[in-house]
């Protein structure tokens, strides 16, 4: 029986910063890391938080997926609304009428 052994983030992280023509120490001081975090979560010896992958993947220009290794994903694109509609069918225009301290203490029952 043979065992495949799957690589844990940390090697991707190797992976892309090998690929990027990047050292260690380059890509530690670009994403603000000591160079000793960076090649232990590299080799395995510390788990790659979320905080350090956000900043390891901006360093390199990557995405979280494209760091940890993840095939894109399928999911459709979300496209904006247009921008005189809200999702509750409000009006997000500057002429909606805004209530003052004045006009609003009128309105308060008395």
Known sequence: MSVTKIPGPGANVAICRKARGFSQVA??????????????IEVGDRAL???????????MGLTLDELLGMPPSSAPTRTALPPSTTPF??????????????????????
């Open 27 to 40: 890509l530690a001081r670009r994403a603000g890391v000591s160079v000793s975090l960076l090649s232990k």
């Open 49 to 59: 938080t979320q905080g350090i992958a956000a900043a390891l993947a901006q360093a």
């Open 89 to 110: 069918g409000g009006s997000t225009s500057p002429t909606r009428r805004r209530h003052t301290p004045r006009t609003f203490l009128a309105s308060w029952p008395s």
